[in-house]
């Protein structure tokens, strides 16, 4: 394994998890022909499954096709439900909506990579002193057992060197700085299975964040700090010149907001996701009603608490790396919620970015209005489409 490995390809060294690696025979090849490769990027979510299809011909990616199943359309239970503090997979009920989705929106690719929510995946990073690429793969097992809360035995794990310099003390002897992330064979499984139900080829699985990645973050170099609030958790991860450096998952998100102004405005649970969706954090005085206030002074609290661990992470990364996150990219459903970017420009004193994985894709023009206001919610989907046409 090279150390400068591409990033993009983090998790292909995983046998359990590339299967595309273990398969058998060659496909075959005509230097005459020239074929689109096409790749389906499916999310699982707590509350919806999200699928979308791409192609590539040449250097041109295509959004071919994408659907979206929320698991109140067919189900009284969510997509994911808590069992021994993780959340487990209703396999057959998200087999069941991804096959629908397919049927519906016409889709034929069979060839798919899966997301893995962050809260499945454990990510930590320590130093190693300077050894052999040899080496490498030994000490870092090793290590492993001493900061993976699980037996190795019951996780696959995967690991990327993120710096091997140290230019502050050149004369220091060099070490070994590792990202390590861990996922529980039991969830590995879960995907395969939900695949095989749904009669997709899974070739890969990889974890959220490195799709996110992979669709949102472009040529920056500094820092930026990709920010997910998702329905059941939210995520905030700080990515330099390219490469993940940290990942911290936090209990604060979409349903939390949507559960608060239920309760203290005495509604359902649908009525109030209405009223978090129309007014959101619109200041006082943009529509004239009521309900618009009060929607804001219940939402604040909470919206400035997340606010708050954001910042807390990235204050982290610059007491470590002395470098400052320059921009911070919004993704999730959660991020929609009217008036949110502008609170948290203000909030930040930073740029402010929403989500937009369709920037450097072909689509027909009139889809355009449509797919900026989706993009932070197929933003992962999308990350791993990308991730079957490298």
Known sequence: MKLDFDFSKTFSRIKAIDLAEIKEGLSSFSPFRIMSKKCLGIDIGTSS??????????????????????????????FRTFDKNTLLLSNQNIAKSIKAILEEAKITTGRAIFSIPDFSSFFTNFELPTMTEEELPQAIEYEAKRHVPLPLGEVTLDWQILDNNNPKNPQKERTFKVLL????????????????????????????????????????????????????????????????????????????????????????????????????????GVIGLEKEKQTRDILLPL??????EIENIYQDFYRIEKREVKKIIL???????????????????????VANPFSDIFYPPILENKLKKMGPIYAIAIGMALRGLE
């Open 49 to 78: 499954v999200r699928v979308v299809e791409l192609s590539r011909l040449g250097e041109r990616k295509k959004l071919e096709n994408y659907g979206e199943i929320k698991a109140g359309a067919f189900y009284k239970e969510s």
């Open 181 to 284: 992330v861990a996922v529980p064979n039991e969830i590995i499984e879960q995907y395969k299975q939900i695949a095989k139900m749904a009669g997709l080829e899974l070739f890969a699985l990889e974890a959220e964040v490195f799709g996110l990645l992979r669709s949102l973050v472009k040529e920056e170099q500094e820092p930026v700090a990709l920010v997910d609030i998702g329905a059941q958790t939210s995520t905030c991860s700080i990515v330099d010149r390219g490469v993940l450096k940290n990942s911290h998952s936090f209990d604060l998100s979409g349903n939390e907001l949507t559960d608060v102004v239920a309760k203290s405005l005495s509604v359902d649970y649908q009525t109030a996701e209405k009223l978090k969706g129309k007014y959101g954090l619109l200041p006082e």
């Open 303 to 308: 919206i400035d608490a997340i606010l708050r």
């Open 331 to 353: 993704a999730g459903a959660s991020v929609l919620l009217p008036g949110l970017r502008d609170y948290c420009q203000d909030y930040f004193k930073k740029e402010v970015e």
